[in-house]
């Protein structure tokens, strides 16, 4: 007789681990990354351009990390991460190219800094906070990712 397994899309829910994910080691970079990146990408916002491609590339890098990073993150709360085998290696993975690409965007965001210097001094201010956002930012990508790496 055939067996009556449920077909592999179906499976039952599973628990949501809330906050006490937040408080082991890899994970608990999550928030932090989510902030400081929002960080970045409001004051460089919030300042006049001085060079577009420039900044263009920093605003990219940090709303596109913030949205894939929140979406990981929602993936963890919800439990998604426990299907897959290699779900540790897609995280290393993204957090090692996401802090290479932040690394790229917070040298090219310190260089809108220097230009800003002799023009506006409101806007050397808001970009000196986010080339150190910036740079926090990725220090916090790449600790996730050698967290996951030797965890």
């Known amino acids: 007789m055939a067996s009556r397994d449920p077909p592999a899309t179906s499976h039952a829910p599973p628990d949501v681990p809330g906050v006490s994910l937040f408080l082991t080691i890899p994970y608990a970079f999550f928030l932090p990354e989510l902030i400081f990146g929002v ?3 409001i004051l460089v916002a919030a300042t006049q351009v001085a060079s577009p491609l420039l900044q263009g590339w920093v605003m990219y890098v940090s709303l596109t990390s913030f949205l894939i990073s929140l979406m990981l993150l929602l993936s963890y709360v919800f439990g998604f991460y426990k299907r897959y085998e290699s779900w540790k290696i897609l995280d290393s993975l993204y ?5 290479i690409l932040y690394m790229s965007a917070a040298v090219l965001q310190v260089h809108a800094t220097i230009v800003s210097e002799t023009r506006d001094l ?3 201010y808001v970009n000196t906070a986010a080339s150190f956002f910036a740079f926090v930012t990725t220090l916090l990508y790449i600790l996730h990712a050698f967290s996951i790496y030797y965890h």
């Not at 957090?95 to 802090?99: F, I, L, P, Y």
């Open 39 to 41: 960080w970045v990408w």
């Open 95 to 99: 957090h090692g190219t996401t802090g």
């Open 122 to 124: 409101k806007n050397y």
